[in-house]
C-alpha cells in the first residue's frame, strides 16, 4: 500500500516509489524555478531490498507514491534453508522472512530471538535483532 505526496514535501531519510521499488531518499537537490519552466527536484534513492542505488527528476508540485512502512516487532520460530518464520508479538501469526542481508543481523538469529520487521508493500525484511 502507498499514499501519494507532494514531491517538495519529501525529506532525506523518507521512503518513495521508484520503478515500483520502495527506496529511502538519501539526496535530494531542488532548482529554481527559470524562465521556462517550474521548479524540479532530483531524487537520489536506494532500494530498501535490492541495494539498488535510483535517481528521478520530477517538478516539486508534482505527487508521487510512499509506501507505508509497517514497523513490527517478533520472535524467531524456526530457521529454514530458504528463509525465518517469524512469529508477531502483537497479532501471534507467522509469516516467513528471507534472511537478512547484513551479515551482522543474521549472526543473532537463533530460535526464540527478538526481531523487528518491516512490512512494506507485501514484502517483509528484518531490520534487527535485540
Not at 39 to 65: H, L, W, Y
Not at 105 to 111: P, T
Amino acid at each position: 500500500m502507498s499514499k501519494p505526496v507532494d514531491v517538495g514535501s519529501l525529506r532525506v531519510g523518507c521512503y518513495m516509489l521508484i520503478d515500483n521499488q520502495p527506496c529511502r531518499i538519501v539526496d535530494i537537490t531542488k532548482s529554481k524555478p527559470g524562465k521556462h519552466g517550474a521548479a524540479k527536484a532530483r531524487i537520489v534513492a536506494i532500494g530498501t531490498f535490492d541495494g539498488v542505488k535510483r535517481s528521478i527528476v520530477k517538478p516539486v508540485d508534482a505527487n508521487t507514491e510512499v509506501p507505508l512502512v509497517d514497523k513490527r516487532p517478533g520472535q524467531v520460530f524456526t530457521l529454514n534453508p530458504s528463509g525465518v518464520q517469524i512469529m508477531d508479538l502483537e497479532t501471534y501469526e507467522y509469516v516467513d522472512a528471507p534472511y537478512p542481508d547484513d551479515e551482522s543481523i543474521k549472526a543473532k538469529l537463533e530460535v526464540g530471538t527478538e526481531i523487528e520487521y518491516w512490512k512494506i508493500m507485501g514484502r517483509i525484511k528484518i531490520v534487527r535483532a535485540k
